[in-house]
């Protein structure tokens, strides 16, 4: 049975774009919907432009999570989606709407993780003087960047790096390591990916 995918952006969509052009052929799942917290989120055109069916739920017009995730069902009821995947979606979702959705729901994180939840992963591990960083596909629970992990890719530190040469090098690997963890999820099979 062909999985519907449902993708959460908040910014420019380089992760959305990557897991659907990759829900394609014999792949497993495909894309039913990309959701945006903002209506200016650049990843909504390029969404549009694939051909996926986009919504917004803008966040700043609810004056609670609760309502705002409430709006948030509402927008992903039409589209049955079977799973969710966060792609640089910034909002916090509480443990209800985590828990609706349990086993179902994914998101990457620009760390390897268990190193560094939370925000400035890139200058954490700079600050650390860490060799190796890299990027996590895991299961969303209700504890921040903590579900079980899906799979993990590494990339090297190098001297001359700033947070933003490391961003970079990292985008690139949640580029390749995002649809791989997908393809394997969809198909039923949680064993985690490993980049390389
Ligand atoms: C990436 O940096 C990713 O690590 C984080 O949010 C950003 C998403 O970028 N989760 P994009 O919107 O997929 O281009």
Redesign the pocket.
């Known amino acids: 049975m062909t999985r519907r995918v449902a993708i959460l952006?908040s910014?420019?969509?380089?992760?959305?774009v990557r897991l659907v052009e990759s829900m394609a052929g014999d792949h497993p799942a495909r894309p039913v919907l990309v959701l945006s917290n903002r209506p200016g989120a650049g990843?909504l055109a390029r969404a549009e432009a694939l051909g996926v069916p986009t919504a917004v739920v803008d966040h700043t017009r609810f004056p609670d999570r609760e309502s705002f995730e409430a709006a948030l069902d509402a927008a992903l009821a039409p589209a049955r989606p079977d799973i969710l995947c966060l792609?640089?979606f910034m909002r916090v979702l509480s443990e209800g709407f985590v828990g609706r959705w349990a086993g179902r729901i994914l998101n990457?994180?620009?760390s390897l993780l268990p190193k560094y939840r939370g925000l400035d992963t890139h200058a954490r591990a700079l600050a650390a003087g860490d060799e190796a960083h890299g990027?996590t596909v895991h299961e969303v629970t209700a504890a921040l960047d903590d579900g079980p992990i899906l799979g993990q890719a590494r990339v090297p530190v190098e001297p001359d790096d700033t947070p933003g040469t490391l961003?970079t090098r990292?985008?690139a690997a949640?580029h390749r390591l995002y649809p791989a963890v997908l393809r394997r999820f969809a198909a039923g099979d949680t064993t985690p990916v490993r980049l390389p």
Do not use: D, K, R, T
Request: proline share 6%; hydrophobic share 40%.
């Open positions: 952006i910014g420019g969509g380089s992760n959305m990843g792609a640089g990457i994180h620009p990027c961003a990292v985008l949640e």
